[in-house]
């Protein structure tokens, strides 16, 4: 089974920039995508940002909120993603999911958190204005 296991969450001021990392390991040689979610206080679960990585290698996708100000990209072994976060502010409080999927293609179009097969636990973020 992929294991997935995220880290650099933390607290920062409104303005300032974290990096998360995602690593997997066991089989992880199936994945085909992966992505970060974010769970805000009374927000709904939001789909961030995601990347292929393998078949259409690269292509990415940001949600409109994130736009600009996050980056998600790939080592070249394809078990790592992260994710820079700039210009952040209090709205991007929460906690931040790497998810894992190996039984779909994904590109430059968003994937539900239902269709991805792995999730991390989580890493909590705070900005404080």
């Known amino acids: 089974q992929v294991q997935l296991v995220e880290s650099g969450g933390g607290s920062v001021q409104a303005g300032g920039s974290l990096r998360l990392s995602c690593e997997a390991s066991?089989?992880?040689?199936?994945?085909?995508?992966m992505g970060w979610f974010r769970q805000s206080p009374g927000k709904e679960r939001e789909g961030i940002t995601g990347?292929?990585?393998?078949?259409?290698?690269?292509?990415?996708f940001y949600a409109d909120s994130v736009k600009g100000r996050f980056t998600i990209s790939a080592d070249s072994a394809k078990n790592r993603v992260y994710l820079q976060m700039n210009s952040l502010t209090p709205e991007d409080t929460g906690t931040y999911y790497c998810?894992?999927?190996?039984?779909?293609?994904?590109?430059?179009?968003?994937?539900?958190?239902?269709?991805?097969?792995?999730w991390g636990q989580g890493t909590q973020v705070t900005v404080s204005s």
């Open positions: 998810a894992a999927g190996d039984t779909l293609f994904c590109g430059n179009i968003a994937v539900p958190w239902s269709e991805y097969n792995y």
């Open positions: 066991g089989y992880s040689e199936r994945i085909l995508c």
């Open positions: 990347i292929s990585v393998r078949g259409n290698d690269g292509g990415t």
